[in-house]
Structures are given as structure tokens and as C-alpha cells.
């Protein structure tokens, strides 16, 4: 007992920046409040309440991140790193989860919402018709998104190996559950929950692995710590790059690169369409986050082992993504082995690391950043699009029934036409400027064969975007085609919030990318 | 004692675990391989907790978020086992085949 | 805690010990895995899988690490895997897997796999040293509060963010498996009244085969005046077609109770 009162004494109470650390504490903050609404708010208000409680708690956190901009320290023991790139993602994911939210909340279009009455009910059961009868929905989702949300935050701001595994999960368990919960198609949502489950704990036994083994090279989990024996080059080589390929695997899992990316269109496909748009953008943005820094401060002594590896992953993740979508009859499908195939491209970006900018930016980094801003709202755009094109069955996904859809309703094929001239990369959108900022800073880190690779495959992945923008417009429409469905003010606002990004940022793209230059220096 | 010897322990049980993945095609028993991978980690860890003789115990630190999250992992997962199971009455991943490639 | 600790750590100081622990406890879980890979019966896996788990578990203790051996012990082999064989009987004992190679080559690949990487290993660790003794002065306060000193300054932040997975992991599993009741419960006393107000047939059905030939559930009762009582057979039956019908019933019902009779005479 005398030990513990004397140690009770020597325990330093660790310092807490709660201003450094606001945004993901207001995030948090708010998915417990959501937690406790469910228990003890009446069922007709929680929906309504839960979607302003979410909105608002992003916005203030994304009024604090704006606030801590410029100030740049670690936190919280040295375990959360404040710096431009963490502010910079944590900013660009509260931003998209704000459509992201708007659209998962839509309850116009299909009657109900996206997402079944209940989980535990089984489709087309008694109970679930009761269900169905009273308008019943689960608002549960807000706060499990929250609880993601937070994990994203966490993720690419994480500055040991400790927090960045914890913020792993914290972001994956909630997508997991999330993705088996659609209200149509149930049996497809739930097999995609469980491969996402499955493949996901094993993509992270390989993070954790690699983790394992870059403790015993370095003795810490630090990536400061990493860094600092790597640059002393004391410790046991082999262990090192183990562990890095290793902690990689992990961490391209997330991204969806090539060949980790098995998971992507079937996840993609069976999830609920707009968490599947939220998904794809924002874990993307985390996960290309927190990979960015493990590379650039962990292992930035070792940019001449990884950058042929990433190298080489950049171009299978272009190939398989282009290539693929080719032959991909569902838009769902197709949508997933584009964000494989924009992986890809970031990744090319990813390689330039000693390109450096007239102001001292690092451009690999800050292409990467600006990369990630501009596909992250073009996607949640597209998919919230993807929701609105319905039969009787649900989202009328496959290809052939989005024949002549511009004659239906020719606002939305413009629309989704914008988006994927994005995504193609056509000049007055975002996607241009941004698959020009990869290129230029993978240009410049010497990476020229590389860009020249980049290039065919974007010319292979406009094709079979034209493909689509082709069938909407000059195809006759089937006679008992899907209709379009107008939607309430919810996903209105997500898919205008998406194109008036992609435009901005294809017109306009300077200031951003200002700031993402800005923000491209990492602390240690 | 050298420090091979629990790191190879590691690396053949965290094999193992990887072979357990890939071949079995229950999904309850491809998620206790995948709890095998996190145990072989957790011997990692340990060995070189001690092996560094790290006055912090960071390894052992670390050890013990695995396992509380690993648990937490295992609760969620196994509830989506069992929902997938009332409705199909399966949970063998072979017959998870209606997310897959057009064959068209 | 910390006597506890120091008592362990004494029992395990000397190397030859923790090496003695080592060899048996090494390859017992290495068996054990490849048990739980090999066997066909789920439940036998997941058994076997905690054997592995405890052997670990005494490995930590060896290690001077008795907290996480006690936590491995407590939340794996206790909780994890409790949980495993509990779903493992919901969702049927005899789930047997079938071990078929699903793809071709796939175990000596596997093999190749795993030597080649035990070779990395070899050749990475060569012939590093583990000795107890930097550790006795890391746990000199005690293991548990070693590690509590990290967990609850270093890592204070990991520590809270791990709770939101907790809270997550519990809604999840809420959303998934509870039903919530939408309808008033339906009492007893509905439900006697709900009988009684139906005007249906209150008492219990009249069991059938009772006065005729079979006790068979196909066959219906005969009344004390001779009629069918239909109530007395399944309706199912009824709807498919398989009921006997009565006057076929009824004589050979009269025919076979005679003969037995004859031939009972005759001996």
C-alpha cells in the first residue's frame, strides 16, 4: 500500500492541450451526446435532432482546426501531431463529411432512409413491415459516423504507432457495421459488411505486425523516435524494412491500392450508397494521411527503399484500377475501380519527395493534399448522384438501365457528366488541376516514367468514363427504365456542395493550393 | 535465452494465423486465425519489451491496447457473423457470392 | 501487486528457467496452432486455439510480464474466446469446414512462405541475447504500475480515443442482434381472451386416431357416433391430401379386428 501512495506522488498528471486536440475532442464529444440522445430522446425527434447535432459539432470543429492553423506543435505527450498536414486533412475530412451526413440522412427518396428499419430485422419479415408501416428508422448511424469521423481525425494526425493503430480502428470499426445496414439489398450489404470485417482485421494484423517489428529495431513506437534511428542508422536493417513493408500493407489496404485493393468493389458495391461515397472519400483522405506520414517522417530516411515499392504499386494500382473498370457492368462497381485507379495517381504524387517548391513546399506532399480535396468531393458528389437513379427494386445500378437517362432527366446527367469529367481529368475541373499537381511534383522528383504511365492510364480511364457519359446521352432509353427521383433538400445540397467544389477547384484552384503548400512541412 | 527464439515462436504462428485466413472458409474460423496473427504480434512485442530491457514497458503498453481492441474487434465482428448467419443460415465465405465480377 | 510481481520475477530470474518454460510451452502452442488449422470440428479449433492463448499467457508470466499474462488469460482465453464457442453453438456444433485446397499448390507455397521468412528473421536477430535483468529495474515499481504510469501519461490520449472504440463496438453490437419492441406485449390475459372472444373452439383439439384403426396423426378420430372428427388432424395434412378417409377406415378397420380374432381361435 506505501508504494502506491508514494508513486500516487510521483505520478506526473500528464499535460492535455485541449485546444490543440478541439476538433477531434468536439467530434467525439459529439458522438457520445448522440449515444446518450438515443436513450433518452422520444423516437419522433431523434432524426432531425441527430442531423443538426452532427452537422453542427463538424462545423465547430471545423471552426476549430481553422483556428489552429498556422500553430503548429505536438500534443497530448507527444502523441498527436498539429501540424499542416494533419490540419490541413483533418479540415478537408470535417469539410466532406458534412455532404457525407447530408446524404446518409436523406429519407425522401427511398421512404425510410438509406438504412434498414433495424439491424437485427430480417428483410421482409412481420416485423420488419411493422417497421416499415410506423417509418421506424435507426438513427443509431449518426453517432457510429461520428465515432468514424473522429477515428479519420485521429488517424492522420497520429505522431506514434500507438495512436495511429487505436485511430485505425476507431475509424474502421463504425464503416464496418455501417456497410451491413442497407435498407434494400440487404443480403448483398450484409456479405459486404462481413468481407470488409474479415479483410480489414486482417489488413491490420499486418499493420500491427510491421509495428511489432519497428519496436524492436527502434525501441520506441514514436515516429520521431523511428526516424531518429533510422538517421543514426543503428539498429537491425532488417527488421526495419520488414516492418515497414509490413506497417505499408496496412496502410495501402486502407487506401485501396493495387494489390490490396480485393476488397474495394465489393465493399463499394454492397454498402449503402451513400456511406460507400462518404467511405471513399474520407477514409481515403485519412489513410493517405497517416500513410504520408509514416513514409515522410517515419521512414524519410528510407525515401530511396520505398520509392521504387511505391513506384511500382502507383502503376499496378493505375493499371488495375483503368483496366478493370473497363469491363465493370454495375456504376457502383465501376465507381470502385475508379477510386483504385485514383489511388493510383496519388500515389504517383506520393513518389516525388525531394521535389520542392519556388516557396520551399514540398510538393509531393502538398500535391497529394490538394489530390485528395478535389477527389474526396467529386466522389460524394457521384455517389450521391448514384442514389437518385431508381426502379421499383431500389438504386437502378447497372449500366444498361442508365441508358438515355438525359432524356429522363437531363439535369442530373449533367451533372453526374460533370463529375466524371472530373474524374477523367478534363480541364475546367478539379480533377484537372489536381492530376496536373501530382504529375508536375512527380515530374520534378524525377519520377518521369512514371508520369508517362500516369498519363496512358488516365487516357484509358476517360474511356470508360466517356463510355458511361456516351450511354446516358445518346443511348434510347429502355421503356421501362428507371426514373429519376427527386430528392429533399439533403442530398440536393450534398451533390451541389460536390460540383461547386469540383468546379472552384477546377477554375479556381490557386488559393487552395496555396494552402496546401503551406501546409505541406510536417513537425517531428 | 536468445531473442530468435520467441520471435520465430512469432513469425510461425503469425504464418500460420495468414495460412488460417486463406484456407478456411468459415468465416468464425477465419476470424480466430486472424486472433492467432494478433497473439504472434503480442509475443513480438513482449520479447522485445524485454530484449530492449525498455524501461517504459512501451511493448507491454502496446500489448495491451491489442488486446482490448482485439476484443472489441471480436464482439463486433461475431455479431456480424451471426447476422449474416440468421439470414442465410451459412457462414461458410464460399457461399458469399453474391457480391463478385460479372461473369458477362 | 508489486510482491506478486517480485515473487514472479524471482522464480523466473535465471535464464536456464525461462528457457525450460520456453521449449515446452514454445512448441505446445505451435501445435496447438496447427491443430486448430488442421481440424475439421469448429468447436476442437477453437479449443485448441485457446490452448495456444494459454500457453502465451504463461510465456508473459516467464517474461516477467504477469499483468499481461493475467489480462491474456482474463480477456482472451476468458472472454474472447468464450465468446467464439458461444457462437460457434448458436450457429451449429457440426459445422464441419471442408479442408479442400482451394487453391492449387497452395500449401507448399504456404511452406515456402514461412521458411523463407523464419530465415529473415534468423538472419535478421542472429544471436541477440534476452536477459531479465534491465527489466527487473523497469518493473522495480511494480509491473502494473509501470505500465500504468505509460498508459496514463504517454498515452493517456490513445487510452481515451480506445473507449470511443469500446462504446462503437457495444451500439454495434445493439444494432445488430437487439430488437426493440414496437407493440404493446401481449399478456396472457390477451391472449385467453383473444381465445375466448373468437368464437373458435376454446378446449384443446381432440387428438386424433383415437377410436379408429390408427393412433397415427393422419388418421382422424371417430365421434362416439361414428362421424370423422375433422379437428383432430394437422391441418397441414388435411391441405395436402394425406388424410384417410373415413369409410375405407372404417372397414378395414372392421376386417382386420376380426381376423386376429379367427386366428386366435384356431390356436
Known amino acids: 500500500m506505501n508504494t502506491g501512495l508514494t508513486l500516487a506522488a510521483e505520478f506526473e498528471t500528464p499535460s492535455v492541450e485541449y485546444r490543440l486536440l478541439a476538433p477531434m475532442l468536439i467530434v467525439f464529444g459529439v458522438a457520445v451526446a448522440g449515444v446518450l440522445l438515443e436513450a433518452f430522446m422520444p423516437r419522433p425527434f431523434r432524426h432531425e435532432t441527430q442531423l443538426g447535432l452532427a452537422v453542427a459539432g463538424l462545423l465547430a470543429a471545423f471552426a476549430s482546426?481553422?483556428?489552429?492553423?498556422?500553430?503548429?506543435?505536438?500534443?497530448?505527450?507527444?502523441?498527436?501531431?498539429?501540424?499542416?498536414?494533419?490540419?490541413?486533412?483533418?479540415?478537408?475530412?470535417?469539410?466532406?463529411?458534412?455532404?457525407?451526413?447530408?446524404?446518409?440522412?436523406?429519407?425522401?427518396?427511398?421512404?425510410?432512409?438509406?438504412?434498414?428499419?433495424?439491424?437485427?430485422?430480417?428483410?421482409?419479415?412481420?416485423?420488419?413491415?411493422?417497421?416499415?408501416?410506423?417509418?421506424?428508422?435507426?438513427?443509431?448511424?449518426?453517432?457510429?459516423?461520428?465515432?468514424?469521423?473522429?477515428?479519420?481525425?485521429?488517424?492522420?494526425?497520429?505522431?506514434?504507432?500507438?495512436?495511429?493503430?487505436?485511430?485505425?480502428?476507431?475509424?474502421?470499426?463504425?464503416?464496418?457495421?455501417?456497410?451491413?445496414?442497407?435498407r434494400r439489398r440487404r443480403l448483398l450489404s450484409q456479405e459486404a459488411s462481413l468481407k470488409y470485417f474479415l479483410l480489414g482485421a486482417y489488413s491490420s494484423a499486418f499493420f500491427l505486425y510491421g509495428v511489432a517489428l519497428l519496436y524492436g529495431y527502434a525501441g520506441t513506437v514514436r515516429l520521431s523516435g523511428i526516424a531518429e534511428a533510422v538517421s543514426s542508422e543503428a539498429g537491425n536493417e532488417t527488421l526495419l524494412l520488414t516492418g515497414t513493408a509490413l506497417l505499408t500493407v496496412g496502410l495501402l489496404f486502407k487506401v485501396g491500392a493495387a494489390p490490396f485493393h480485393s476488397w474495394t468493389p465489393d465493399v463499394y458495391q454492397g454498402a449503402p450508397t451513400p456511406i460507400t461515397g462518404f467511405m471513399a472519400a474520407c477514409t481515403k483522405v485519412a489513410a493517405f494521411g497517416a500513410l504520408l506520414r509514416v513514409l515522410y517522417v517515419g521512414v524519410g530516411g528510407l525515401a530511396w527503399e520505398w520509392e521504387p515499392v511505391i513506384w511500382g504499386i502507383a502503376i499496378l494500382t493505375m493499371g488495375v484500377g483503368s483496366v478493370l473498370a473497363l469491363t465493370q457492368t454495375d456504376i457502383k462497381r465501376m465507381l470502385a475501380y475508379s477510386s483504385i485507379a485514383h489511388a493510383g495517381f496519388i500515389l504517383t504524387g506520393l513518389v516525388g519527395t525531394d521535389a520542392v517548391g519556388a516557396d520551399g513546399e514540398l510538393l509531393g506532399v502538398s500535391s497529394v493534399?490538394?489530390?485528395?480535396?478535389?477527389?474526396?468531393?467529386?466522389?460524394?458528389?457521384?455517389?450521391?448522384?448514384?442514389?437518385?437513379?431508381?426502379?421499383?427494386?431500389?438504386?437502378?445500378?447497372?449500366?444498361?438501365?442508365?441508358?438515355?437517362?438525359?432524356?429522363?432527366?437531363?439535369?442530373?446527367?449533367?451533372?453526374?457528366?460533370?463529375?466524371?469529367?472530373?474524374?477523367?481529368?478534363?480541364?475546367?475541373?478539379?480533377?484537372?488541376?489536381?492530376?496536373?499537381?501530382?504529375f508536375s511534383a512527380a515530374w520534378a522528383g524525377d519520377a518521369r516514367v512514371l508520369v508517362i504511365i500516369g498519363v496512358i492510364m488516365s487516357a484509358v480511364a476517360a474511356f470508360f468514363y466517356f463510355r458511361?457519359?456516351?450511354?446516358?446521352?445518346?443511348?434510347?432509353?429502355?421503356?421501362?427504365?428507371?426514373?429519376?427521383?427527386?430528392?429533399?433538400?439533403?442530398?440536393?445540397?450534398?451533390?451541389?456542395?460536390?460540383?461547386?467544389?469540383?468546379?472552384?477547384l477546377g477554375v479556381f484552384p490557386t488559393y487552395v493550393l496555396e494552402l496546401a503548400g503551406l501546409a505541406s512541412q510536417f513537425v517531428r | 535465452m536468445p531473442l530468435l527464439m520467441p520471435v520465430l515462436l512469432a513469425g510461425l504462428l503469425f504464418c500460420i494465423g495468414v495460412y488460417g485466413v486463406l484456407a478456411r472458409r468459415n468465416a468464425i474460423l477465419v476470424l480466430m486465425s486472424v486472433e492467432l496473427m494478433l497473439n504472434a504480434v503480442n509475443i513480438n512485442l513482449v520479447a522485445f519489451d524485454v530484449w530492449l530491457r525498455d524501461e517504459l514497458l512501451a511493448g507491454q503498453v502496446f500489448t495491451l491496447f491489442v488486446i482490448t481492441i482485439a476484443a472489441a474487434e471480436v464482439g463486433l465482428g461475431l455479431a456480424i457473423v451471426l447476422l449474416?448467419?440468421?439470414?442465410?443460415?451459412?457462414?461458410?465465405?464460399?457461399?458469399?457470392?453474391?457480391?463478385?465480377?460479372d461473369a458477362a | 501487486m508489486s510482491s506478486t510481481a517480485t515473487v514472479l520475477a524471482a522464480a523466473t530470474d535465471t535464464g536456464t528457467g525461462e528457457a525450460v518454460t520456453f521449449w515446452v510451452l514454445g512448441p505446445l502452442a505451435v501445435l496447438a496452432a496447427l491443430g486448430m488449422l488442421a481440424s475439421k470440428k469448429a468447436v476442437h479449433s477453437a479449443l485448441l486455439l485457446a490452448l495456444t492463448m494459454l500457453s502465451l499467457a504463461v510465456l508473459y508470466l516467464a517474461q516477467d510480464?504477469?499483468?499481461?499474462?493475467?489480462?491474456?488469460?482474463?480477456?482472451?482465453?476468458?472472454?474472447?474466446?468464450?465468446?467464439?464457442?458461444?457462437?460457434?453453438?448458436?450457429?451449429?456444433?457440426?459445422?464441419?469446414?471442408?479442408?479442400?485446397e482451394t487453391l492449387r499448390g497452395q500449401r507448399v507455397a504456404a511452406v515456402l512462405g514461412a521458411v523463407g521468412f523464419g530465415a529473415l528473421l534468423v538472419f535478421a536477430l542472429g544471436d541477440a541475447v534476452v536477459t531479465n535483468e534491465g527489466l527487473d529495474q523497469a518493473n522495480s515499481e511494480g509491473n502494473v504500475e509501470g505500465l500504468a504510469n505509460l498508459i496514463f501519461a504517454r498515452y493517456v490520449f490513445?487510452?481515451?480515443?480506445?473507449?470511443?472504440?469500446?462504446?462503437?463496438?457495444?451500439?454495434?453490437?445493439?444494432?445488430?442482434?437487439?430488437?426493440?419492441?414496437?407493440?404493446?406485449?401481449?399478456?396472457?390475459?390477451d391472449l385467453s381472451v383473444q381465445r375466448f372472444r373468437g368464437g373458435q373452439y376454446p378446449a384443446p383439439l381432440p387428438s386424433p386416431g383415437v377410436y379408429a384403426r390408427h393412433n397415427a396423426v393422419d388418421t382422424p378420430a371417430l365421434l362416439p357416433d361414428g362421424t370423422p372428427a375433422d379437428a383432430s388432424v394437422s391441418r397441414v395434412l388435411a391441405a395436402r391430401g394425406d388424410v384417410r378417409s373415413i369409410p375405407e377406415q372404417a372397414s378395414t378397420t372392421a376386417i382386420e379386428r376380426a381376423a386376429p380374432r379367427r386366428e386366435d381361435d384356431g390356436s
Open chain 3, 158 to 189: 490513445a487510452f481515451e480515443v480506445t473507449s470511443a472504440l469500446l462504446i462503437t463496438a457495444a451500439i454495434g453490437a445493439m444494432v445488430l442482434a437487439h430488437r426493440e419492441r414496437h407493440l404493446p406485449k401481449i399478456t396472457q390475459r
Open chain 1, 369 to 438: 493534399l490538394f489530390y485528395l480535396v478535389t477527389y474526396g468531393f467529386s466522389t460524394i458528389g457521384a455517389f450521391a448522384v448514384v442514389t437518385l437513379v431508381r426502379d421499383a427494386a431500389g438504386e437502378a445500378t447497372h449500366l444498361s438501365q442508365w441508358a438515355g437517362l438525359a432524356r429522363r432527366s437531363p439535369v442530373i446527367a449533367v451533372v453526374f457528366t460533370f463529375f466524371l469529367a472530373a474524374f477523367a481529368g478534363i480541364p475546367l475541373t478539379s480533377g484537372f488541376t489536381a492530376k496536373f499537381a501530382v
Open chain 1, 65 to 182: 482546426v481553422v483556428m489552429l492553423a498556422g500553430d503548429y506543435s505536438v500534443a497530448a505527450s507527444g502523441s498527436v501531431a498539429v501540424d499542416g498536414p494533419a490540419l490541413f486533412l483533418q479540415g478537408a475530412i470535417l469539410l466532406m463529411a458534412i455532404p457525407g451526413v447530408l446524404a446518409t440522412a436523406e429519407r425522401k427518396v427511398d421512404v425510410g432512409g438509406v438504412f434498414a428499419p433495424a439491424g437485427s430485422s430480417t428483410p421482409g419479415s412481420p416485423a420488419e413491415r411493422l417497421l416499415v408501416a410506423e417509418k421506424i428508422t435507426q438513427t443509431e448511424v449518426f453517432p457510429l459516423l461520428m465515432f468514424a469521423i473522429g477515428g479519420m481525425l485521429l488517424f492522420p494526425a497520429s505522431n506514434d504507432l500507438l495512436t495511429m493503430f487505436v485511430a485505425l480502428e476507431v475509424l474502421s470499426l463504425p464503416l464496418y457495421l455501417l456497410c451491413g445496414l442497407a
Open chain 1, 468 to 504: 458511361v457519359i456516351v450511354l446516358m446521352f445518346f443511348s434510347a432509353p429502355a421503356p421501362d427504365g428507371p426514373s429519376v427521383v427527386v430528392p429533399s433538400p439533403l442530398t440536393t445540397v450534398a451533390i451541389a456542395i460536390g460540383a461547386a467544389v469540383t468546379l472552384l
Open chain 3, 65 to 100: 510480464a504477469p499483468f499481461l499474462g493475467v489480462v491474456q488469460v482474463v480477456v482472451y482465453t476468458g472472454a474472447v474466446m468464450m465468446l467464439f464457442l458461444f457462437v460457434l453453438m448458436l450457429v451449429g456444433v457440426d459445422s464441419a469446414d471442408s479442408l479442400v
Open chain 2, 84 to 101: 449474416v448467419f440468421r439470414n442465410r443460415a451459412t457462414s461458410s465465405l464460399d457461399e458469399m457470392t453474391e457480391l463478385r465480377e
